[in-house]
């Protein structure tokens, strides 16, 4: 099955928002190849832990720094976009605890709508991220975001 990569076009110039969102798509790209080896959902399931305790700690955070845009402005794109980690966050708890989520009756189909979820809610993170650059909630650190204080635009971003 074909996944998502790290790529520069993915660095959003905040260290550990970049440092995280790493380490959850390495992971994700483990658990692809190991189901697309045959791997069931009990041998996943240590991965899928892994993942569920990282997403946890990883949109905590990132929602803290989201929620201190202004809500006149960017209210309903936080919202939802909380609303899409807890839609993940659900999911991982699902197959963390061993079992597949309702809907879903075979773990490369769960995988494959668990890796789309993921790429919408990095392309969301680039727009929202983008917001926090210019409301000067902090300073790039990504050199090419320090010349050009805004991440790449979403159709960039690489397809899955
Ligand atoms: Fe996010
Ligand atoms: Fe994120």
């Known amino acids: 099955m074909q996944t998502m990569v790290w790529s520069d076009l993915l660095e959003l110039g905040h260290d550990r928002i970049?440092?995280?969102?790493?380490q959850l798509l390495d992971l994700a790209c483990e658990i692809v190849a190991i189901g697309d080896q045959g791997g069931e959902v009990g041998t996943l399931r240590p991965y899928y832990q892994e993942f569920h305790r990282l997403l946890l700690v990883h949109c905590a955070y990132e929602e803290g720094l989201l929620r201190s845009l202004p809500r006149s402005a960017f209210g309903a794109?936080?919202?939802?976009?909380?609303?899409?980690?807890?839609?993940?966050?659900?999911?991982?708890?699902?197959?963390?605890?061993?079992?597949?989520?309702?809907?879903?009756?075979?773990?490369?189909?769960?995988?494959?709508?668990?890796?789309?979820?993921?790429?919408?809610?990095?392309?969301d993170d680039a727009e929202?991220?983008?917001?926090?650059?210019?409301?000067?909630?902090?300073?790039?650190?990504?050199?090419?975001?320090?010349?050009?204080?805004?991440?790449?635009?979403?159709?960039?971003?690489?397809?899955?």
């Open 128 to 160: 929202l991220i983008g917001a926090l650059i210019r409301e000067g909630r902090f300073t790039p650190t990504h050199p090419a975001h320090r010349a050009h204080p805004v991440p790449p635009a979403a159709g960039r971003l690489p397809p899955i």
């Open 77 to 123: 794109q936080v919202d939802a976009h909380c609303q899409g980690h807890s839609r993940l966050i659900a999911l991982a708890k699902s197959v963390a605890a061993g079992a597949l989520p309702d809907g879903y009756d075979s773990p490369q189909g769960f995988i494959t709508a668990y890796v789309h979820l993921m790429h919408d809610l990095l392309v």
């Open 18 to 22: 970049d440092a995280e969102h790493r």
